[in-house]
């Protein structure tokens, strides 16, 4: 695993956008993984600024998103769909037609989860998956729990996720209880993993991640096991790996 440690917020977009641009431009018809949360939003707005420089193209990029809320259209705007939409798709040259997001609405979760590893199938797997990380360790929408879950399924999120996620929802009760996410299969099969932290908040849960046990108590501790994981974070959320003496490049 290589850990980058940036100073600030700022610095941990631009490294991220660096490394999904370096894997664009070697192959341009590649298959991004991609993620919501706050922190990627730093990520993708310095890859639109490098698309708008003419920096960089998604032409012919194809995407798979990790999750999306049950029970919210492509149109509700805490939907993860909309999230792309507006962070990302919106902006750069991707095909709209060439991006993927489960489908929150579907009368049958089952058939949307087999239709999405389909997908994913079809597309000859992910070339890089891009991760952020709850305060449970959480991966996707991967809780907290007793078996690694492989494929995409339907899951309820836990009170500690409702309850991190309300801040974007009018109030808690607003906030979906179930969502569909690809599995922890699904997202070690990708070639290579990039995951994205900051802030002091997530330091425990990095140095659980990566130093702890690997336990699907801890989603994210599964990483330890991928071949190809770049670790991505501001000062802040690697202040607590650093003293378990692993090594940071600058
Ligand atoms: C949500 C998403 C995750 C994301 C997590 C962390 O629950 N499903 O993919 O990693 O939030 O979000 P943030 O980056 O806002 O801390």
């Not at 798979?64 to 798709?89: A, I, K």
């Not at 339907?154 to 500690?160: I, P, Q």
Request: charged share 20%.
């Amino acid at each position: 695993m290589r850990i980058y440690e940036c100073a600030d917020y700022q610095g941990m977009s631009r490294r991220a956008a660096n490394i999904i641009s370096a894997q664009v431009i070697q192959k341009p018809d590649c298959v991004l993984g991609l993620a919501t949360g706050s922190t990627p939003i730093g990520t993708y707005k310095q890859l639109v600024e490098w698309y708008n420089k003419g920096d960089l193209s998604f032409a012919e990029v194809h995407s798979v998103n990790l999750d999306e809320y049950r029970g919210l259209p492509g149109t509700h705007d805490q939907s993860y769909r909309y999230f792309m939409q507006t962070n990302l798709f919106d902006h750069v040259d991707i095909k709209v037609e060439n991006t993927n997001v489960p489908n929150g609405m579907a009368e049958d979760p089952a058939a949307e989860c087999q239709r999405y590893e389909q997908v994913m199938a079809d597309l000859g797997g992910i070339d890089l998956q891009l991760l952020g990380m709850g305060h449970n360790g959480h991966i996707g929408f991967n809780e907290p729990c007793d078996d690694f879950p492989l494929i995409t399924h339907l899951v309820d999120l836990t009170a500690s996720t409702i309850d991190a996620n309300k801040r974007f929802f009018a109030s808690e009760a607003d906030v979906p209880r179930q969502a569909l996410t690809m599995g922890i299969g699904s997202i070690m099969k990708a070639k290579k993993i990039l995951v994205v932290v900051s802030g002091a908040d997530k330091a425990d849960i990095v140095r659980r991640a990566f130093c702890g046990p690997i336990t699907p108590q801890v989603p994210a501790s599964i990483l330890q096991l991928h071949p190809d994981v770049t670790l991505v974070g501001d000062s802040a959320a690697l202040a607590e790996i650093k003293k378990e003496g692993v090594k940071v490049c600058g």
